[in-house]
């Protein structure tokens, strides 16, 4: 069925075919689970006439049943074959559509089997992938209450003096027992390590007065969530209680802002006014948000180029921050879905500042 939607795409869109290695697009089209293949060549082919094949290292030979698949033993070359293929659905030359995460040693050997015009795959199934459907919008609920549950966990347990790559294995196991897994390296920061919005949780010990930023998220049935919350082990500075005010009023606006038909950029614009109108603007370094789904990180993002207006069953993070070099940051996110023209929080956890 999504097969056949980018078939008619491609069809439209005039791409004589497709190759499409393992990741979340090939997940999203055949629903199998090849998502680390390694340095194996393994490619689904699918022609604009409607053909498919995939090929697949021999490994596979138990997880790909019912599905037209050509498997290659270690010690053959696989790349004959995938010629073979290409030669089959008449796609040794043209128009073809490829998928851009493709690894560049197998990208090399692909453009010596004919004379290609490539073009990136992303540009297609973005308009495939960008609105969830039900089914989906449910699974990426169930990330989201993971999410919450492991936020309620953590403020049970015992904060100061852990290290925050203790506290991020402590997340990451919470995470584990509740879903499939987690979407991304938590991020643990502390203190002034918190105005590194991307902060690799180091040996730092957690204090009294520290600001914390938790950003993790899991995954379920390859659905992600991805959450934020910024907590005080005890009272913090007060120049970090004004600037946590700031940053969840100006989540709180994004949040409001989301519409059917509003562009990206407005639900970005609504936060970083609010920001700036504070006097933080150059403290808040990145986009507003970002789409969320079978990837962290997809279309829409909700950025100040953000051109998508927005849709029913498009679902993307809403994560202003504000970070301050030598004193610390704050950041407050949740995961959102266009649902009857205006948005739904599907992370629920308290946004209220919590001093432990
Ligand atoms: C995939 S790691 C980062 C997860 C995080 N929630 C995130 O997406 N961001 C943190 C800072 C801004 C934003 C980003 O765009 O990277």
Redesign the pocket.
Known sequence: MRLQKLVSLMKERNFDGALISPGTNLYYLTDLHIHEAGERLTVLVVSADGDYRLLAPSLYENVVRNYPVTFWRDGENPYDKLAWILAEFHLSGGRLLIEDTMRADWLMKVIRLGSFEFHPLSSLMRELRMRKDRHEIEMMGHAAKAADRVFDEILSWDLLGMRERELALKIELAIRELSDGI???P?VAGGENAAN??HAPGDRRLRKGDLVIL?Y?AKWKGYCS?I?RTIALGRPDERLVEIYEVVKEAQERAYRAVREGVLAREVDGAARETIAKAGYGEYFT??T??GLGLD??EEPYIGPDGNVALENGMTF?I?P?IYVPGLGGV?I?DDVVVHDGRGKRLTRAERELIII
């Open positions: 979407s991304f390296e991020i919005p991307h950003d998220g991805d934020t990145h986009r948000g970002h962290v990180h993070t994560e921050g950041r996110e």
